[in-house]
């Protein structure tokens, strides 16, 4: 049972790795016997990513994503697993103006633009030149990040504070750009899968993360575990679909989400 969730000498690697998530993804798998290549616009010096080797490496551009792969199979040879995590998330310059730019009437296509580049295009890039080197080998486990915003509506109910007052919505972008990477997971899975590259989506929710203590609250009470995940939550099913616990596991969403899509 232990060689089945072993990732021992697999070279894996992790867009968004220097990201809450992204961290831990890392973590996960070294800790499970990968080599892991971490891959972000830019690094910050910390002893969690300080153990892999780190890229700096833009998503939406080819020519930089191509450069960073050609140095990892001059470093290892090959690449066996791809984690798709690099995103981006709604972020208001000016507080004040959130409640209206976030409001589907007046939301900016500048930010709608950038999420689809980032988090859809992104994948597609980094899917077409590390699963592609997959792909030619016979082998290899692709994980696109999802959210349980691209299963089910965001329920802005969420962001009504205890005095009653929506601070801001749950803008389309993030929800529409997580429905298509679910969309192209299966796409992908059933393109490769005469090639042996599987491919499947991790759906988690929402992670605690010094959160306002009403938005916790709000956000606990809508799962039937009764709480917002921790940090490590999706260590588990990071490493089940990246080894051979998973090896007949493809074009699926697991979703890890405390059963918030579930009520």
Request: glycine fraction near 8%.
């Amino acid at each position: 049972m232990e060689n089945l969730f072993s990732l021992k000498d697999k070279i894996a690697i992790v867009t968004g790795a220097n990201g809450l998530l992204g961290v831990n993804h890392c973590t996960a798998l070294q800790n499970a016997g990968a080599i892991v290549v971490g891959c972000d616009l830019k690094f910050e010096e910390s002893a969690s990513t300080e153990t892999i080797h780190r890229f700096e490496m833009d998503v939406t551009d080819k020519n930089s994503i191509e450069s960073v792969y050609q140095e990892i199979l001059r470093l290892y040879g090959t690449i066996d697993i791809l984690v798709n995590n690099a995103a981006v998330n709604d972020m208001f310059e000016n507080p004040a103006l959130a409640l209206e730019n976030s409001k589907f009437e007046n939301y900016p296509i500048e930010m709608w633009q950038k999420s689809f580049n980032v988090n859809v295009t992104g994948v597609y890039l980094c899917s077409q030149v590390f699963g592609s080197h997959m792909a030619n080998r016979s082998g290899g486990s692709i994980i696109n990040i999802a959210s349980t915003y691209g299963v089910v509506g965001p329920d802005q109910q969420l962001y009504v504070d205890d005095q009653g007052i929506q601070n801001f919505y749950k803008s389309p972008a993030y929800p529409s750009t997580k429905a298509a990477v679910i969309g192209f997971t299966k796409y992908l899975a059933a393109y490769w899968g005469k090639n042996n590259v599987r491919v499947n989506a991790l759906c988690p929710g929402g992670v605690e993360n010094n959160q306002e203590k009403w938005f916790v609250q709000n956000y606990a009470a809508r799962t039937c575990l009764q709480r917002m995940a921790n940090v490590d939550d999706y260590r588990g099913a990071l490493i089940y679909l990246a080894s051979d616990a998973s090896s007949y596991m493809t074009g699926a969403n697991l979703i890890v989400d405390g059963g918030w899509t579930a009520i």
